[in-house]
């Protein structure tokens, strides 16, 4: 069961997840500045006149944006952490896993929504949608599910490997 050729795989899955969990990290930092530095300047600007509400709304907008792709980083983060932990057939990184792959199946509707604020900020409605771009948006929603399949077939490892322990 042992055998060194799957330590030495265990090894390097640690070792590229140590690097994967500080870059998203390092992401999660700068992104969090980031927010602050978009926050900071539409406080104060709050002080004097009322913004204007296309301002006000790109503001919003980009940091509604930048939270979710935050939020995908701290998932990977954390599922990278149990990685680290040496803990990869448990229901925990099946369930980290299934929640990135949530997490990116719904990057699929942002294109839509962020045309239509986009459009409803400049124009003050909904234009008309001329490009389709339906390959990235599938590709996402595909991508994702297969995640969420694949964190299932994790926590049935898990529960597979823990019931092979009791047995032996």
Do not use: H
Not at 6 to 35: A, M, N, Y
Not at 52 to 75: E, H, K, N, Q
Not at 121 to 145: D, Q, R, T, V
Not at 146 to 156: A, D, K, S, T
């Amino acid at each position: 069961m042992n055998n060194p050729l799957s330590s030495s795989r265990r090894e390097k899955v640690q070792r590229l997840s140590r690097v994967f969990r500080l870059l998203c990290q390092v992401l999660l930092g700068f992104g969090g500045l980031l927010i602050v530095g978009l926050a900071i300047p539409y406080f104060l600007a709050r002080r004097g006149p009322m913004p204007d509400l296309y301002s006000t709304g790109v503001t919003v907008i980009g940091m509604a944006g930048l939270c979710y792709w935050l939020l995908g980083a701290w998932l990977l983060e954390r599922l990278f952490s149990n990685f680290i932990a040496g803990r990869f057939l448990e229901a925990s990184s099946g369930l980290w896993l299934k929640r990135f792959g949530f997490w990116m199946a719904t990057c699929c509707l942002f294109p839509f929504a962020g045309r239509y604020l986009w459009d409803v900020a400049l124009y003050g409605g909904p234009g008309a949608i001329k490009e389709s771009p339906m390959a990235p948006i599938f590709g996402s929603m595909l991508a994702g599910l297969f995640l969420i399949m694949l964190g299932w077939v994790l926590e049935e490892a898990g529960e597979l490997q823990a019931e092979q322990e009791l047995i032996v």
